[in-house]
């Protein structure tokens, strides 16, 4: 790739494969999401473990489970084992060096400077194909609220190929201790397709151009949002989340999992408010261990196994199980038209 290389004041020159400053700067030609592409030619070239975890990616068994209207996968993906597992207690978290912080990344692994505050990454792990993690470049906890605007931002730069996601720091995320946000092409997370219908519907709750919507799928309660301005929709996300439209219960952070898109012109987001990180059986051991550790994309119809045992035993109901287990009830409020 030949792109403008520079360094920064927090992440070293060579690190740095495209620079993208947004509006303070020239838009390279495409946008954003052209710069993910090459980035991901480029690292799965230069960097060998990428390479081979990518091969890795294409035979991987999935079965599908969908029911009743709704898509639902299950995928065996080995290379999850760390991630699924991760302890993310704080000594647990205090006692491991951040794999986010650009000083401790692999020697190979380089990325897209984000308007200077974010690193667009090559996920080492990939749940699909062009798997990324944006990451702050200061290593500071995960924590969504103050952060909408960077994030509806990234998704409409990101553009209508692809999808950005975020785990609260209790529910998925593995570094809870460094801010970051995920994403991946269009569609790949089941739900996508399942709702895209939906956002054409009329809504249940619409106010200075945010519509919203409340529902209950296979067990989760979702929350959809639709905005064409970014102002608004931030506050109205932010009013959501400070009242009550997530779980309270965490000492952090709201307990959530968000997918968003920008979808011919207006941005679509999926919340799905949550109670608890893991299932019970998360901690029981073997067999009745169930090791699954729901994040957006597994909350979005996806579920990830790091392990056989599970990849061959759940089933649909199971899955509508531990869904009704991590969400939040649905609250009335919500579901209603107001
Ligand atoms: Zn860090």
Redesign the pocket.
């Known amino acids: 790739m030949t792109r403008p290389v520079r360094q920064t004041r927090r992440v070293p020159g060579d690190r740095i494969a495209a620079v993208f400053e947004g509006s303070h700067g020239p838009r390279p030609a495409g946008g954003l999401s052209p710069l993910c592409r090459a980035l991901y030619a480029d690292q799965t070239r230069s960097w060998p473990a990428l390479a081979r975890a990518e091969a890795e990616l294409a035979g991987i068994r999935v079965r599908d489970l969908s029911s009743d209207g709704w898509s639902l996968k299950v995928q065996y993906n080995p290379a999850r084992l760390k991630s699924g597992t991760a302890r993310v207690d704080p000594a647990s978290i205090a006692a491991r060096p951040?794999f986010?912080?650009p000083a401790a990344l692999p020697p190979e692994q380089r990325g897209i400077l984000y308007r200077e505050e974010y690193l667009i990454l090559c996920n080492p792990a990939p749940i699909f194909p062009a798997h990324f993690t944006i990451a702050s470049l200061a290593?500071e906890p995960q924590a969504i609220e103050a952060r909408l605007e960077a994030f509806l931002d990234l998704a409409r730069d990101l553009g209508d190929g692809m999808t950005l996601f975020y785990n609260g720091p209790a529910c998925g995320a593995s570094?809870p201790?460094?801010l970051h946000f995920q994403a991946a092409p269009a569609g790949a997370i089941p739900i996508e397709k399942d709702l895209a219908g939906r956002f054409d519907a009329r809504p249940a709750w619409g106010n200075n151009g945010v519509d919203r919507w409340g529902l209950v799928s296979w067990g989760r309660t979702l929350i959809l949002i639709r905005g064409r301005e970014r102002t608004p929709l931030a506050h109205a996300m932010r009013r959501l989340i400070a009242g009550g439209g997530t779980s309270p219960g965490s000492p952090d952070e709201a307990m959530l999992n968000l997918l968003a898109g920008h979808r011919r012109g207006e941005w679509r987001l999926c919340l799905f408010p949550r109670r608890r990180h893991r299932p019970a059986a998360y901690d029981r051991p073997d067999p009745e261990r169930l090791l699954v550790s729901p994040g957006a994309v597994d909350m979005g119809g996806l579920i990830v196994a790091p392990r056989e045992r599970e990849f061959t035993r759940l089933n649909a109901p199971m899955l509508r199980n531990i869904y009704q287990e991590v969400s939040s009830p649905p609250r009335a409020d919500l579901l209603a038209r107001e």
Do not use: F, P, T
């Open positions: 951040c986010l912080c290593h570094a201790d460094h």
